[in-house]
Nanobody, 113 residues
Framework: VQLQASGGGLVQPGGSLRLSCTAS????????YAWFRQAPGKEREGVSC????????MYADAMKGRFNISRGDAKNTVFLQMTSLKPEDTAVYYC???????WGQGTQVTVSS
């Protein structure tokens, strides 16, 4: 039972990245999923979440209009499409299945010129 996050990297301000979180070992369609991030010296904060059945999505205010969470059912994957990236988006991004209290290992996103 695990979540595997990937897709981080170095990007210039204004650029885009797509993070992926692949689930394995459980019936992933029945659960909600979320993305969190943690910048150096700061607490972990919520970025976005998506419910299983209704596919309702929510975003932190700082991410609205720039980030999009989606699911790829065929690939057991949750995506986080990030656009118009800013230096303050630099952090380690974690995917999470809240009901299972299951976390991915984190993927580093660095926004810098």
């Amino acid at each position: 039972v695990q979540l595997q996050a990937s897709g981080g990297g170095l990007v210039q301000p204004g650029g885009s990245l797509r993070l992926s979180c692949t689930a394995s070992g459980f019936t992933w369609r029945t659960y909600n999923y979320a993305w969190f991030r943690q910048a150096p010296g700061k607490e972990r904060e919520g970025v976005s979440c998506m419910t299983s059945g209704s596919r309702m999505t929510m975003y932190a205010d700082a991410m609205k209009g720039r980030f999009n969470i989606s699911r790829g059912d065929a690939k057991n994957t949750v995506f986080l499409q990030m656009t118009s990236l800013k230096p303050e988006d630099t952090a380690v991004y974690y995917c999470n299945a809240p009901t299972l209290n299951l976390w991915g290992q984190g993927t580093q996103v660095t926004v810098s010129s």
